[in-house]
Structure formats: structure tokens, C-alpha cells
């Protein structure tokens, strides 16, 4: 299956700074809790599928995606059964829990100062 092309963000001049405190923030994250791949990669699928609005480098998603593919019997987490095994590099067609999408708006808010809404 051939790789999805993202497109270039809406942020403007400063979308690279924005991107890289996102990535550094769910890299630090990621390095202390293994289950936390889920959060991260529903939030990160929910703001790129829904807002069209990458939250995180395409390369942390697919370090996320390796991750969760990998240790996907390890990891405990009480959203992993929407995260089908087979299909980790899109998170197309998935039904983002509420839960997941107000994270991702915490952090949209937090991290660029953009409201985005989180019933979409």
C-alpha cells in the first residue's frame, strides 16, 4: 500500500517550531510509557484525518506506528481494541473517541494557540 502524502500545514513561517515542540513534547512522553503510543497516535491520527493538521513529524507517526504494530500484546491500553494491528500507518476510518479528540484540542490550544472542534 502506497505511503499517504500529508500536506503542508496551515501554520505559516513558524509551522516547523510549532511541529517540533509537538514531536519533542510526545517524544518525551513516549519515553517514560509504552501504553501512551495509543494516546499519542489517536490524538496524532485525529488532528491530521479530521483537522487536516499535522500534530506530530511524519516520522514520529511512523515510529508510533512501528511501536504499537511491535509490542501491540504488551501494551495496555483501553483504546488499543480501535487500533487494528494489520493497519497502524493510517488512521483513517477510525471513530476518535471523545476522550481523545478533547486531548487533542488541549493541546492544539496549548501548543499553537488554534481552536479546533473537538466534536468534528
Known sequence: ???????????????????????????AVLGRHKNA???????????????????ISDGLFDEMSRG????????DHPQKHLIDREFTKSASGIKFPLSTRCAAQVLA?????????ANR
Not at 513561517?13 to 514531536?23: G, M, Y
Not at 503510543?37 to 500534530?55: C, I, K, R, T
Not at 504499537?68 to 501494551?75: G, P
Open 37 to 55: 503510543l495509543v494516546s499519542w497516535w489517536l490524538m496524532a491520527g485525529h488532528m491530521y484525518e479530521v483537522h487536516d493538521l499535522p500534530l
Open 68 to 75: 504499537i504494530a511491535e509490542r501491540y500484546d504488551e501494551i
Open 109 to 117: 490550544r496549548q501548543e499553537w494557540g488554534v481552536s479546533i472542534d
Open 1 to 27: 500500500m502506497p505511503r499517504k502524502l500529508r500536506p503542508r500545514p496551515l501554520f505559516g513561517h513558524r509551522e516547523n517550531d510549532r511541529r517540533r515542540t509537538a514531536t519533542s513534547t510526545a517524544r
